[in-house]
């Protein structure tokens, strides 16, 4: 993702935020973020608003009681992130220097959910006092119809006109004529009668009984139809959670003895599915809100890599999205040519005119590769050579692009070049614009060829030879594992740092090695290209404190002349980085190590708000007793931070799942002490639903099968 180092898409913070966490909720293209209370603020960082298709289409929305907000006793959104739901009462109400309505006589409570484009609220009031309330309320609300990189701190040199308001007695019509000719507009509807409306307020004169109730609702609608108007709340709560129950069948069940897993993995879960729910994208996880709430080529990619073993169809979402809007042609204004995988696709009014590049922009390095490797996984997983077939094409026009224009000088190596003015000049995993420099601190020069990203071309040669004997390509099947083979030869001999005892983060335009301590490094254990002496090294540098901050791998060591923990990618924790290193260091058979990532991250997911994980954390060594240091413009959620735990417990037990041979094997299955028992419930295996226990029993883990009769096939390896 485009980092605070790509000083155009610098995501910007003037103030300090006004909450320690905001409170979010998205539906497809619709992402809502707003405070504790439920209200939208324009103060403190400025991300709040309820978002539509990268436009911002509510800046504003205050709930206010006697003229003041209320005062916040609890909110939460609920664990399959559908409802938001807060608890409110009054403050003290005075008159003549006396308290005429006590804090707390009221109670007010107050719900929201999305669906279908439409954001919908119910406020209800409850009197629990001895006498009558009368209570002015007011709702007032705006909408700046900013775009998405407006908000994260761009300026624009004109933007488009706000259209006169439209009014009625039960709505009001917030309309804005942007420079590509789209009118967004944004419908409030209220029920009941209020006192008075206007195109920003409305007031109620709400009387209560002692004990009496009375409920408000209300819908704002983000939409370029001007004749589309909400259902009602009732019918629409009913559909959501209707769809929301479906999707969740399609993800097992987990649980253990430890509370803590428990609700972290139940976070995690519903975080992948609301990144995905209502995506026009069937089974595309969308990366992050609110910053990347679209299609990221990689971190689906990635995503889906994560959550193969437990939900192969987003595995299967992803490659169909990414195989449909492959380059076909070359386009320096976008990065794209022909094979490339897409980084990154927006809708918004500044990628529609040109002013940022990412309508349909290409600018990764690694996706492509990613993509292939993606490809053989989900065959491996599922058995389903139909679709490998149909995919093929795709295949091999991504080997292509690898061939020919990933690797433009021709030294065996895939490398990147920032094409487009506008577009990213480190264009790996770590996309700021200072992540990629040498031991001195110097920004490296391009051609960049990162160290990963020729681990991941060749997982990918490999993967394509696999996928050959789909595509009756045996004869290329070999030629590839040939060319892998070079590859990693090449990559020990021009990467490997012996001082360092690690590999090189990246070789320059004068093939000069960027010798840094870097998390890229595990990234080369989980794709295979590392010798076994040398992987075993790499974990040890890993595992040293300057890399190792207790909660995590950091980016860059502490040694590093960029190193800063309070930086995007320079010394920061990211929780997908860990898990991919968690993975590579079970491939080489480090799993206690795994294991150490595992409960860093545990640890972590217990002290964060909603058990959530976030995009990324802070870099600073773990104190006894204190939590972590939170970056303060982190995506929350992030799908890769979500689906982390799913791939570090796979590698940790070591399960792979053959679909075709309805065969589940665990290869030296492993769980750390703070994990005595794990259930899985509903796995599925080549159509067939098994369900799994495991128990820690001193160094060695036993699994079994619920249901004897299945037809499901356990095998489970010791070493």
Same mark, same amino acid.
């Given at each position: ?350 990628? !529609? #005119?040109? *002013? &940022?590049?990412?309508?349909? /922009?290409?600018?990764?390095?690694? $996706?492509?590769? =990613? ?77 960049? !060829? #990162?160290? *990963? &990203?020729?681990?991941?071309? /060749?997982?990918?040669?490999?993967? $394509?030879?696999? =996928? ?92 590093? $002349? ?158």
């Amino acid at each position: 993702m485009d980092g605070p180092g790509t000083q155009h898409y610098y995501i910007a913070t003037s103030q300090s935020p006004t909450d320690d966490r905001a409170r979010v909720l998205k539906y497809g293209r619709t992402f809502f973020v707003f405070d504790r209370l439920g209200d939208v603020q324009t103060s403190g960082m400025g991300e709040q608003g309820l978002f539509f298709e990268d436009t911002r289409h509510l800046s504003e929305l205050m709930v206010l009681l006697w003229g003041t907000r209320p005062l916040l006793l609890s909110s939460t959104v609920e664990t399959g992130n559908f409802l938001f739901a807060g608890d409110l009462a009054n403050l003290d109400v005075s008159r003549n220097n006396e308290v005429v309505v006590p804090r707390g006589t009221l109670h007010v409570l107050r719900s929201r959910f999305l669906w279908n484009n439409t954001c919908y609220e119910e406020i209800e009031f409850v009197n629990h006092g001895l006498s009558e309330l009368f209570i002015p309320f007011r709702t007032t609300f705006d909408a700046d119809f900013a775009d998405i990189f407006e908000v994260r701190g761009m300026r624009r040199p004109q933007r488009g006109n706000r259209l006169p308001p439209e009014m009625d007695e039960q709505s009001v019509l917030l309309s804005y004529a942007g420079l590509d000719h789209v009118v967004r507009r944004t419908r409030i509807q209220w029920d009941g009668s209020p006192t008075h409306a206007t195109e920003r307020a409305l007031d109620y004169d709400v009387r209560l009984r002692p004990k009496e109730r009375t409920s408000f609702r209300l819908s704002i609608s983000c939409d370029s139809d001007p004749e589309r108007h909400a259902i009602s709340y009732s019918k629409a709560i009913n559909a959501a959670r209707h769809e929301l129950n479906k999707m969740g069948e399609s993800f097992p069940r987990m649980y253990s003895s430890n509370s803590r897993f428990n609700d972290w993995i139940n976070r995690s879960i519903a975080d992948v599915q609301m990144m995905m729910v209502g995506n026009p994208e069937k089974n595309y996880p969308y990366a992050g809100v609110p910053w990347f709430g679209t299609v990221f080529g990689r971190d689906g990619i990635i995503t889906a890599l994560q959550t193969l073993w437990l939900n192969p169809a987003i595995a299967k979402g992803v490659l169909e999205c990414l195989a449909s809007s492959q380059a076909d042609k070359v386009d320096a204004a976008v990065e794209a040519e022909p094979g490339k995988i897409l980084h990154e696709m927006r809708c918004g009014e500044m990628a !529609a #005119l040109g *002013e &940022v590049p990412f309508g349909k /922009y290409y600018g990764s390095v690694d $996706a492509t590769a =990613l993509f292939i490797m993606l490809a053989r996984a989900y065959c491996e997983r599922t058995g389903d050579s139909k679709f490998i077939q149909h995919l093929w094409p795709h295949i091999e026009r991504a080997l292509n692009w690898i061939d020919e224009f990933g690797d433009t000088d021709r030294d065996g190596f895939v490398e990147y070049k920032q094409r487009s003015a506008k577009g990213l000049v480190q264009q790996g995993w770590k996309d700021s614009n200072d992540s990629i420099f040498h031991a001195d601190g110097s920004i490296a020069q391009p051609p960049i !060829a #990162l160290c *990963e &990203v020729q681990g991941y071309v /060749y997982a990918a040669k490999l993967a $394509a030879a696999y =996928l050959c004997r789909f595509a009756g390509g045996s004869p290329r099947a070999a030629a590839l594992e040939v060319e892998a083979e070079d590859l990693r030869a090449r990559f020990e001999e021009q990467f490997w740092c012996e001082d360092l005892s690690t590999y090189a983060l990246a070789l320059d335009g004068q093939k000069r090695p960027c010798r840094v301590r870097t998390s890229n490094a595990g990234h080369c254990l989980y794709t295979g290209i590392a010798s076994p002496e040398r992987a075993r090294r790499v974990a040890e540098t890993l595992f040293e404190p300057e890399s190792f901050s207790g909660w995590g791998v950091r980016t860059v060591a502490t040694s590093g $002349a960029r190193y800063n923990p309070l930086s995007y990618h320079n010394g920061s924790i990211w929780p997908h980085d860990n898990s991919l290193i968690a993975s590579g260091l079970a491939k080489y058979g480090h799993k206690e190590l795994a294991g150490r990532i595992f409960m860093g991250l545990l640890d972590l997911s217990s002290m964060v708000d909603l058990h959530r994980l976030p995009e990324l954390f802070c870099g600073i060594d773990r104190r006894a007793g204190e939590g972590p240091t939170l970056y303060p413009v982190a995506c929350s959620p992030q799908a890769w931070a979500a689906a982390a735990p799913f791939l570090i417990l796979q590698a940790c037990l070591g399960i792979s799942i053959d679909a075709e041979r309805k065969r589940i094997l665990f290869d030296d299955p492993y769980l750390p002490e703070g994990i005595p028992t794990l259930a899985i419930k509903d796995l599925n295996c080549g159509g067939v639903n098994v369900d799994l226990f495991l128990e820690r029993r001193e160094n060695s883990v036993l699994v079994h099968k619920g249901g004897t009769a299945s037809a499901i096939e356990i095998v489970t390896i010791v070493s």
